[in-house]
């Protein structure tokens, strides 16, 4: 059973940085971030196909938020610049079930434990 470790996240500031890592225990074929924030429904962030390096993202972070992964490393990585109060929630890391940039919940079968990312106003 594939395994997806997370780190980064914590707490910033309004227009502060942040960068979150997961790393798969195997090669996966596609990758996404996904957040839930307090009384929230899950929601797509960003996904990234692993081999061809095509991506997407969710319209409130397109500018803000890059997805990108090292393919040598095995690791994935979320660039969040220019946080918002709005953007405080939990983060996941899912591995998708196939390689394209997947934006649908279901179309993931295994999810990292989830990192808090906080941002104050």
């Known amino acids: 059973q594939v395994q997806l470790g997370e780190s980064g996240g914590g707490l910033v500031q309004a227009g502060g940085s942040l960068r979150l890592s997961c790393v798969p225990s195997?090669?996966?074929?596609?990758m996404g971030w996904f957040r839930q924030a307090p009384g929230k429904e899950r929601e797509f962030v960003a996904a990234i196909s692993w081999s061809f390096g095509a991506t997407g993202y969710a319209d409130s972070v397109k500018g803000r938020f890059t997805i990108f992964r090292d393919y040598a490393k095995n690791t994935m990585y979320l660039q969040m610049n220019d946080l918002k109060p709005e953007d405080t929630a939990v983060y996941f890391c899912?591995?998708?079930?196939?390689?394209?940039?997947?934006?649908?919940?279901?179309?993931?079968?295994?999810w990292g434990q989830g990192i808090q990312v906080t941002v104050s106003s």
């Open positions: 899912a591995r998708a079930k196939d390689s394209r940039v997947n934006v649908e919940i279901d179309r993931y079968d295994a």
């Open positions: 195997r090669r996966p074929f596609g």
